[in-house]
């Protein structure tokens, strides 16, 4: 618990940055603060809705149309007239307000995937997105966090958003993962030990050992999933590697900031990663998690390798190692999704898209793909997906009555060899 | 303000895939996503809306995507209220942004499934009609009983700024 009133040299990362961004000297949790915002992002399925919104608010133009950001990814190229339609409403707002970044298709990729490599996300930020998993950004030092179309349209119009506080939970890990246990398989282990509701409203700082050995690709997965533990921000304090990272990205100013010494969290949880196996999430929830040596023999007939959470480079890469010199099990589809137009493009030069094809997995472009439940491998009645993606609730991927396991790319690309959900570790 | 409604009985956890599936969201007509609301869980709700209702549910109603279609497919489908024992952030701002009345409480043991409720959100007074019994639900913050009141946040928006 927090005792009393606390110097200004004791705050964590998540309130010095609320701080820098409201004006304030300190802030504490629970205190409501109104927040100037750094960049807004918003894609084409939520788009619509935030025009509609900023319209009925009435201001003519956005409040800096340098600091949004608009990436179309959810449903592209679009899969219906309809979608088509909505894009060019954002596509003709992005004109008319001169929006400075928009990455258009074939321009980009998956908002969340865009945003770290283009340079967009810097530590110390305050970022928005119309889209749940702008948790993602907290991966480089940054506080960012979902809202919705209204708050979006609120924030396009004012550059400022009310916020709450929240309280932070640190997550200390240590131990160095085994072979084939990655960062996607440490997030559903702490998603299974605090709950989908663990961390609502809350704040996942995740740091030891194990997070600053992880490279920024697999920080990216870990604060992604914050959010299915309900979380506003899951956030890892930058350090030399967030750095080289934003300065091969931005000739902008970077000024990080990072928790004081003795900063106070309002609770701390050790895990040690030592000894994971690879995990896996079982329907309908996120936090229905366990090892995989306890959900092994369960028949697919589809795998998906993409998204968010698992589409980059790191991602195909421990897919290939599988896939390599292997073939999808017949009645298996294998889709795979690389993140964006540059990861596809170092997947292509690495040979990582030669060894999919070999195996006889399907490669689309850069986008969400069939994560969303619209296009691009979405699932019949009573069929069984192994996706590298986020959610596995009911109709999640299509069908009310087809079911979907979370799992790392490696056990999505060894249950597609094997045609049931299947260990990495069993694979050479 | 004062709304009331037939109880509809939700779990714990329930998700915006299943109160508005994703397929769905180019649906922009709030009539048109009324028509699949809670499709996920339970098809028949929109007919059971009719009347109007009141959602009372468990644990972290509405998590998942930050989709502000979940509250709008409930509210056009005449939902009146949603009562849960919690709610997960993106949809509690969402709904007091878009004007669907929600609050925090505990009905579990104390509302079935058809009970007519009656609700005061400004006090947060439940009243189960059917079992004449009142509780206490968890008042609404400041700041989201005055953009309610503002009408929304766009209104609450345009008042800050001076624009009506």
């Known amino acids: 618990m927090r005792a009393g009133r606390r110097g200004i040299e004791r705050l964590n990362i998540v309130e010095k940055i609320l701080a820098r961004a409201s004006g304030e000297k300190e802030v504490s949790p629970g205190q409501i603060i109104d927040a100037k915002v750094d960049k807004a992002m918003m894609h084409d399925l939520t788009g619509p809705r935030v025009i509609d919104s900023f319209r009925e608010i009435g201001v003519k133009r956005v409040w800096d149309p340098e600091r949004i950001i608009v990436v179309f990814d959810h449903d ?137 050995d992880l490279g920024i690709d697999g920080r990216a997965t870990i604060c ?24 091969e990205r931005t000739g902008e100013p970077i000024t990080p900031i990072r928790s004081d010494e003795d900063a106070e969290f309002t609770k701390v949880y050790e895990i040690d990663a030592s000894r994971l196996e690879p995990q896996v999430a079982i329907p309908p929830s996120v936090d229905n998690v366990k090892p995989v040596s306890e959900v092994g023999g369960i028949e697919i007939q589809q795998g998906f390798i993409g998204t968010c959470t698992n589409g980059r480079l790191d991602d195909l890469r421990a897919a290939a190692e599988i896939l390599k010199g292997r073939r999808v099990k017949d009645g298996v589809r294998l889709v795979i999704i690389p993140g964006s137009q540059e990861v596809y493009d170092h997947a292509l030069k690495e040979g990582l898209i030669e060894i999919f094809i070999k195996a006889g997995a399907i490669v689309c472009g850069p986008g969400c793909g069939p994560c969303i439940g619209i296009s691009r491998g979405v699932l019949a009645d009573d069929e069984v997906c192994i996706s590298s993606a986020n959610r596995n609730f009911v109709g999640r991927m299509g069908s009310p009555k087809s079911k979907v396991y979370l799992a790392s790319p490696a056990t999505v690309a060894a249950s597609a060899i094997k045609g049931k959900i299947t260990d990495p570790r069993e694979v050479d | ?49 009719r009347e109007g209702v009141i959602i009372v549910a468990g644990r972290n109603f509405g998590c998942g995507s930050s989709r502000e279609e979940a509250p709008v497919a409930l509210k056009h489908a005449n939902t009146k209220c949603v009562i849960a024992e919690s709610f997960a952030r993106i949809f509690y701002r969402n709904a007091i942004n878009i004007g669907l009345p929600i609050l925090e409480a505990s009905l579990r043991d104390k509302v079935s499934e058809g009970d007519l409720l009656s609700v ?36 609450y928006v345009r008042k800050k700024l001076g624009l009506e």
């Open chain 2, 1 to 49: 303000m004062r709304v009331e409604g037939k109880a509809v009985v939700y779990g714990d956890n329930i998700d915006t895939d299943v109160i508005i599936p994703g397929r769905y969201l180019v649906l922009q007509e709030p009539s048109e996503l009324a028509k699949h609301a809670m499709e996920g869980v339970d098809p028949n709700f929109p007919q059971k809306a």
């Open chain 1, 76 to 212: 592209v190229p679009p899969s219906t007239i309809k979608a088509a339609e909505l894009q060019k409403k954002v596509r003709n707002f992005v004109r008319e307000q001169g929006i400075k970044y928009f990455y258009d298709i074939g321009r980009g990729g998956v908002c969340h995937v865009v945003m770290l490599e283009k340079g967009h996300v810097k530590p110390g930020e305050l970022i928005v997105g119309a889209d749940s998993h702008t948790v993602t950004y907290g991966a480089l030092g940054a506080f960012a966090t979902g809202v919705g179309a209204t708050d979006m349209a609120a924030v396009l119009a004012t550059g400022s958003i009310w916020l709450r506080v929240p309280e932070t939970l640190k997550f200390e890990v240590s131990g160095k993962l085994q072979k084939r246990v990655y960062a996607k398989d440490l997030i559903l282990h702490i998603i299974g030990m605090i709950g989908a509701e663990g961390a609502n409203y809350k704040a996942m700082l995740f740091s030891g050992q194990t997070i600053r």
């Open chain 1, 224 to 247: 992604n999933m914050s959010i299915e533990a309900g979380a506003k921000v899951g956030i890892i304090e930058p350090d030399e590697k967030t750095i080289k990272y934003v300065k």
């Open chain 2, 120 to 155: 005061d959100l400004v006090s947060g007074i439940i009243e189960n009609k059917t079992r004449g019994i009142k509780i206490q639900a968890k008042p609404l913050p400041p700041l989201a009983i005055e953009i309610i009141s503002a009408g929304g946040l766009t209104r």
